[in-house]
């Protein structure tokens, strides 16, 4: 990973922790970026912050069990307070689109019960029209070749994730199919019907949640973008 691309997340990290406060409920995201955040709470907790959390993966409930930092599950509670997660892209009216991590299914879960939602990213990842990035798909492993066809038939070309030459397996044992619409003009109307094909289990729109989004830069400075729509 580039230097810079590291030190923008770290910031936009930094920025994002000073939104906790004691006895607070927290989603804990999945990624690169949500690492350096996860730390950062770790490094409260260490110094005497009571917050309890629900993470997005299985990596970041490990990351967060190393950091002594108290996880819940949802049968205690049925909101968060505050989640900080990061993003593969973000437009101009904060919609996102993530799962580069293959944890959207998780991650849309959590972000729905949450009433603050931050989302951190660096520079890079701030875009015009969403759609560089192809969008994941979680799908069922049962009839994935139809589900496949029916995304092929609204326009993208979806391509099996993969790893060590075997399909990649969710933390949810599903499939990710990553489809390439190039520039998505109506990622709302998009989401409704990738997301209406039987066999979908999420998909990686991020549709209007984020209620502020920060862009760390590498030289040291976040920008931080508030939803407007959202206040
Ligand atoms: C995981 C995600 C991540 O938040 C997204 O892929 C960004 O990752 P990174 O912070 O490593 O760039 O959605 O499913």
């Not at 994730?161 to 998009?190: E, Q, V, W």
Request: aromatic fraction near 6%; charge should be negative.
């Amino acid at each position: 990973m580039e230097k810079s691309a590291i030190n923008g997340k770290k910031i936009a990290a930094g920025k994002a922790i000073g939104y906790i406060k004691s006895g607070m409920t927290l989603g804990l995201g999945t990624g690169s970026t949500a690492y350096w955040a996860i730390q950062g709470i770790g490094e409260l907790v260490k110094n005497g912050l009571s917050v309890r959390a629900i993470a997005t993966s299985k990596q970041s409930e490990a990351l967060a069990r190393e950091l002594q930092i108290p996880l819940i599950p949802f049968s205690e509670i049925d909101h968060l307070d505050v989640t900080i997660d990061g993003a593969d892209e973000v437009d101009e009216h904060l919609n996102l689109i993530k799962g580069g991590g293959g944890a959207l299914l998780r991650e849309k879960i959590v972000a729905s019960a949450t009433k603050f939602y931050i989302i951190i990213v660096d520079q890079s990842k701030l875009v015009t029209k969403l759609g560089k990035f192809p969008l994941p798909v979680e799908v069922t492993p049962f009839g994935w070749e139809l589900t496949m066809r029916r995304l092929t038939a609204l326009g993208c070309n979806p391509k099996m994730r993969m790893t060590d030459n075997k399909p990649f397996l969710t933390d949810n044992s599903h499939y990710i199919l990553d489809c390439s619409f190039g520039s998505i003009d109506n990622p709302a109307l998009l989401h409704e019907q990738v997301s209406g094909i039987t066999g979908v289990m999420e998909d990686g729109f991020f549709i209007n949640m984020a209620d502020v989004v920060i862009a760390g830069s590498p030289d040291g400075d976040a920008e931080v973008i508030v939803n407007a729509s959202k206040k």
